[in-house]
């Protein structure tokens, strides 16, 4: 089992910045990718950024490229997503992922609890 824990969510303006972590523990963070997701009110949850487990290959939603960028820390088994630029429309809970099938943007094994964010105009 690996838990993944959350933080860093919070009230911001439009426009401005935050960084969300997830610190890992449990088993080996050896080997897996990890994902950020975010779930709106009344929205399906989807997928916003993953990275491979070396960190040498990162994939991004077309909404968000160029404002967020994701990254690890495997020393501290920690994943960052940072959010610059944020809009109203980022507005969500925001749920870090991980799991080991090989590729970023397979089927995600375990999550955290979530973060909210909340981008206000």
């Known amino acids: 089992q690996v838990q993944l824990v959350e933080s860093g969510g919070r009230l911001v303006q439009a426009g401005g910045s935050l960084r969300l972590s997830c610190a890992a523990s449990?088993?080996?963070?050896?080997?897996?990718?990890m994902g950020w997701f975010r779930q709106a009110p009344g929205k399906e949850r989807e997928f916003v950024a993953g990275?491979?487990?070396?960190?040498?290959?990162?994939y991004y939603a077309g909404s968000v490229k160029g404002r967020f960028t994701i990254s690890r820390d495997n020393a501290k088994n920690t994943v960052y997503l940072q959010m610059n630029s944020l809009k109203p429309e980022d507005t969500a809970v925001y749920y870090c992922?991980?799991?080991?099938?090989?590729?970023?943007?397979?089927?995600?094994?375990?999550w955290g609890q979530g973060t909210q964010v909340t981008v206000s105009s």
């Open positions: 992922a991980a799991q080991n099938r090989g590729w970023v943007l397979a089927s995600y094994d375990y």
């Open positions: 449990g088993r080996t963070f050896n080997g897996y990718a």
């Open positions: 990275i491979s487990w070396s960190g040498g290959s990162t």
